[in-house]
């Protein structure tokens, strides 16, 4: 009876050490995704699959850069999707500004900033407000004064992009009214060439074959875009309105902090390494790596000069 009574509590002894190993297995021990929200191609997918192989490579289990599009201006089912994961480190979110920033305050409540945290921010886009090399104005103040009485074309990529409400806050603030402006679904140099717009606001790497027939009067980025070092950046110009599209690493809120460290150390080492850089160079993309603190407060920050944007739009 006493060894049936031992045999049997070895047996649950060993059983709960089996369960507590299996609890505290080391992350990672199974596929990771990396879920972005947008078709395959843009500057955020070739760098999140650079981070995704780096990341296999590392810990030896499967990644994955999945797309999950759903349009500019939402619903983001991809990053829905991210919202409600487990807080296990298994998916994690390649975001653009608008999911973390914008999601909420169009209506789409899984995305309130409560539920994410940012790993890190890596990329900014190369946009900048161009204009024909021949125009009138050669800055954004000439272009202030040409247009208050003068139409002046616009041409961008959407209402909700973050760089055309950057562009028609400025002109608020600036007291100019565009004369019309439109969407295009390209917005390169025949854009310009054909008189379909007067100023565009577009990527830097979409007018690089003409960038000799072109004058950039603005980028808006974080900081200078070393391919046009002479344009300054929207916060120069009005530091209400300093924000850029980035993109970066979104957990849920919950995700272990040790989970966390082991996605950092991967991505902050594939962004600075030289072919990630290579893209910076050939894009005039801004490519870097802003910790996870920091791109929390920039995210705070964002959110309040998005708020900021919007009553000046009304």
């Not at 074309?153 to 565009?178: C, E, I, M, R, Y």
């Amino acid at each position: 009876m006493k060894l049936s009574n031992l045999f049997k509590g070895a047996l649950a002894t060993a059983a709960i050490a089996l369960s507590v190993g299996a609890a505290q297995a080391e992350y990672p021990e199974k596929p990771v995704n990396f879920i972005v929200p947008w078709p395959p191609g843009d500057l955020e997918d070739v760098l999140t699959r650079m981070i995704a192989d780096d990341f296999q490579k590392e810990y030896g289990v499967a990644a994955a850069v999945v797309n999950k599009p759903g349009g500019g201006g939402g619903p983001f089912p991809g990053a829905i999707e991210v919202a409600n994961a487990p807080a296990d480190g298994y998916t994690v979110g390649s975001f653009v500004i608008g999911v973390p920033v914008v999601g909420h305050q169009i209506d789409i409540p899984p995305l309130t900033p409560a539920k994410f945290d940012p790993l890190g921010i890596f990329l900014t886009y190369p946009f900048v407000i161009a204009t024909s090399a021949d125009a009138p104005y050669s800055s954004m103040a000439e272009l202030a004064e040409h247009a208050k009485s003068n139409d002046v074309a616009l041409g961008h990529f959407g209402d909700v992009l973050t760089p055309t409400q950057v562009t028609k806050a400025f002109a608020v603030n600036a007291g100019f009214s565009w004369g019309s402006d439109a969407a295009f679904d390209a917005l390169d140099c025949n854009t310009l060439a054909s008189g379909d717009a007067d100023v565009i606001n577009t990527t830097l790497q979409l007018i690089l074959p003409c960038l000799d027939q072109v004058k950039v009067l603005v980028s808006i980025t974080d900081e200078r875009i070393a391919l046009v070092p002479d344009a300054p950046t929207i916060g120069e110009l009005d530091d209400s309105l300093n924000i850029a599209l980035w993109n970066g690493l979104f957990v849920t809120k919950d995700t272990p902090q040790d989970v966390r460290e082991k996605i950092i150390a991967v991505a902050q080492k594939t962004v600075m390494s030289d072919r990630a850089q290579a893209v910076a160079k050939e894009t005039g993309a801004l490519v870097y790596w802003q910790g996870a603190d920091e791109s929390a407060t920039r995210v705070a920050a964002d959110i309040d000069t998005i708020a900021r944007i919007g009553e000046l739009l009304q």
